[in-house]
């Protein structure tokens, strides 16, 4: 751990450039140094691995986005669970986490990869296990889940203290029961990234309207 909080320090804090265009837009990765590889971006930070140290994720916030002392909290509370990572070590700006190596439902959908029943029963399950550990899912969509080897697994956890209700994984588990199940079941297809694209915004223009 010495050693990777170390190339941390010297490779990557300095030299990754991480750039927060709009708050309710995934923030954009302007520089990745090498050996380090890019393993997704979302709204706060960056997660990036190193190919020596691939069992672990680092987790880099940006300039300016807030979130990274609830982050710790929330591992915390949460322990050891099979659906979430876990958090070794926490920095002023990044945490080190055990990865998850899987494909978000986004991709899946995207790739024309099926999403079991199995992983939706297994995201409920863990979802309501951090309900008993005091916390409030929030913010669970396509691209905080994924599935590996037909189980789920809960990527994201960062907004699991806001106390308002999120309606995000009942509205996913609806399209998926009453649209992506049945359409899976006659012709499992990819599905372009334009099109999930605008179906993300207009789901974020219906909630609102929703709320």
């Known amino acids: 751990m010495e050693k990777l909080l170390e190339m941390i320090a010297e490779e990557l804090l300095d030299r990754l450039e991480l750039e927060s265009v709009h708050p309710e837009d995934p923030i954009q990765v302007r520089n990745v140094p090498r050996p380090w590889r890019l393993l997704g971006s979302g709204n706060y930070a960056a997660v990036l691995c ?6 672990y994720a680092v987790k880099i916030y940006a300039p300016g986005r807030p979130g990274l002392e609830e982050e710790v909290e929330v591992y915390r509370r949460l322990g050891a669970h099979p659906a979430y990572s876990e958090m070794y070590y926490a920095g002023p700006d990044f945490l080190v986490l055990k990865r998850l190596r899987g ?5 899946c959908i995207k790739r024309g990869i099926p999403i079991t029943d199995q992983a939706i029963r297994d995201i409920d399950e863990a979802l309501s296990y951090a309900v008993s550990r005091g916390l409030h899912p929030h913010d669970v969509h396509a691209k905080n889940v994924m599935t590996q080897d037909g189980r789920g697994l809960i990527v994201d956890i960062s907004d699991f203290l806001k106390q308002e209700d999120c309606t995000m994984w009942n509205d996913l588990k609806k399209a998926y029961t009453r649209l992506y199940r049945p359409l899976a079941s006659l012709w499992l297809f990819p599905v372009p990234r334009p099109v999930l694209e605008a179906v993300r915004k207009g ?3 219906w909630r609102r309207r929703q709320s």
């Open 50 to 55: 190193h190919p020596e140290y691939d069992k």
């Open 103 to 107: 494909v978000t439902f986004y991709d």
């Open 203 to 205: 789901y974020r223009l």
